[in-house]
């Protein structure tokens, strides 16, 4: 009796389990679970150099909750991959490439794992100008706006992990959690979307691509052509790609589940006219980037290449990594990794208006313009770049590159400042703002600026 209930229970568990997995929380949840859990695991671990328990629990583990005890994780170091799933009946996979880094595979027959593009530039590490520092800084506020940063608060962890402070080009203060160094890649997130805007501004200045120009996304070649590329980095591009981290949103599904994330962005229906509606939505981005990577070649050897040539190269970003779908579109929203050194270097970009070693990279009026707040973002976005309010007490001129878990990269071109912070802020500030105002309030002390 006991066994024919036990198989009566097995078989409605197994029942329950495919309704579920076939309805529409679970054809999304599902996939978002394991897939961040394999994406990030494998990224973390073979890009970024991070142990990977240690990844898991910093960036992954707070995400899920209790869910994270029900996804069983297998890391592969030969072969560099990370499967994972759920009771055995549902999981991801997770590839790494050399120069590509991670890709979720959910078709091996969309997936070419043979094509990869080695880095062959040395990494290229800023020296710290003591005598600059002292000259400009008080060292001692200084200090300790780094130890403030690097403190957590009563309430919760803050997990910094790397800070970088640049003043007029010269590194002037770092520092690093334990096991972590100038060496070390980090996850950038959505300031991934600064980037892509900046290939944008590098693309347009030779004169490849036109922002503003209707039918310069192939990906939208319908009755949605009249959306531009710049609608789309200003997220007003109004398709409905709502973007909310449940695990159960467009963009959770668009991230975990699609192979191919332009297609699946593009096949979104229509909700406003393009330059209507603000609505941040890495779709958005995901398509524009898919746009100006056609620019950059036929293949994706070819494309990447490109960027390499068009932006990291000049600006002597050798570690930066930016990671592609299953199909190869770049994942310009949310997927590139670079040293805290070469994503300040990016930010240092926008602080001498576009120019590097006395070449223009973009155009001088670019900067101006990503920092031109959009209209219907009440103004808090620009064009891949996000705009402190007044309350955060930061200098007038004051933009970021932004992102999940506490990302950041701040701007300040009066002060001749850029600032990153990187770490695994979750459900708490990243202090950024702080750790801005103490910098700027360092340099001031020294100069007697007001």
């Known amino acids: 009796m006991y066994k024919k209930i036990a198989a009566g229970a097995g078989a409605l568990l197994v029942a329950g389990a495919i309704a579920f997995n076939l309805s529409p929380i679970g054809r999304i949840y599902l996939h978002s679970g394991t897939g961040i859990v394999a994406k990030q695991t494998c990224s973390l671990t073979f890009v970024t150099g991070l142990e990977s328990e240690r990844a898991q629990n910093l960036y992954v583990r707070p995400l899920l909750g209790a869910a994270a005890d029900f996804i069983s994780v297998d890391i592969d170091e030969e072969d560099r991959e990370v499967r994972t799933s759920i ?10 490439r050399d120069g590509l880094g991670c890709s979720l595979v959910h078709d091996s027959r969309n997936f070419d794992d043979t094509v990869s593009v080695p880095m062959t530039r040395p990494h290229d590490t800023l020296r710290l100008n003591s005598e600059h520092r002292d000259a400009h800084f008080d060292r001692a506020a200084l200090d300790t706006a780094l130890d403030t940063a690097f403190a957590d608060p009563d309430w919760g962890p803050r997990n910094t992990l790397g ?30 979307k600064s980037f892509t805007t900046t290939l944008a501004g590098a693309l347009e200045y030779q004169g490849r691509i036109d922002t503003r120009a209707t039918g310069a996304v192939p990906a939208l070649a319908d009755d949605r052509a009249d959306i531009t590329i710049e609608h789309l980095l200003r997220m007003t591009g109004g398709l409905a790609i709502e973007e909310t981290n449940t695990g159960t949103d467009p963009t959770s599904e668009m991230l975990f589940s699609q192979s191919d994330m332009a297609h699946y962005a593009a096949t979104r229906r229509r ?6 509606h603000w609505q941040y939505m890495s779709g958005n981005t995901v398509l524009a980037n898919h746009a100006i990577q056609q620019v950059l070649g036929s293949t994706l050897e070819q494309q990447i290449a490109g960027v390499r040539e068009l932006l990291f190269e000049p600006l002597g970003m050798n570690t ?28 240092l970009l926008y602080a001498n208006e576009g120019m590097v070693d006395g070449q223009r990279v973009f155009a001088q009026d670019w900067a101006e313009r990503v920092a031109t707040p959009t209209a219907a973002s009440a103004g808090d976005y620009g064009m891949g770049f996000w705009i402190p309010n007044a309350d955060a007490g930061l200098p007038a001129d004051a933009y970021m590159m932004n992102g999940f878990q506490g990302q950041n990269a701040m701007i300040l071109t009066q002060d001749e400042l850029v600032i990153v912070r990187f770490g695994a802020s979750n459900g708490i500030s990243s202090g950024t703002f702080d750790l801005t105002r103490a910098v700027v309030a360092a340099k001031h002390a020294a100069t007697g600026e007001n």
Request: charged letters at 20%; glycine letters at 10%; hydrophobic letters at 40%.
């Open 87 to 96: 009771f055995g009946l549902w999981g991801k996979h997770a590839v790494y």
């Open 163 to 192: 800070i970088a402070i640049l003043h007029r080009g010269e590194l002037i203060a770092e520092r690093y959690a334990d096991g972590l160094s100038s060496e070390s890649r980090f996850h950038g997130w959505s300031m991934t």
């Open 320 to 347: 930066a990594v930016i990671e592609v779908d299953e199909t190869g579109t770049m994942q310009g929203s949310s997927y590139m990794y670079a040293t805290a050194h070469d994503w300040a270097r990016l930010a």
């Open 271 to 276: 909700l406003h006219a393009p330059g209507e």
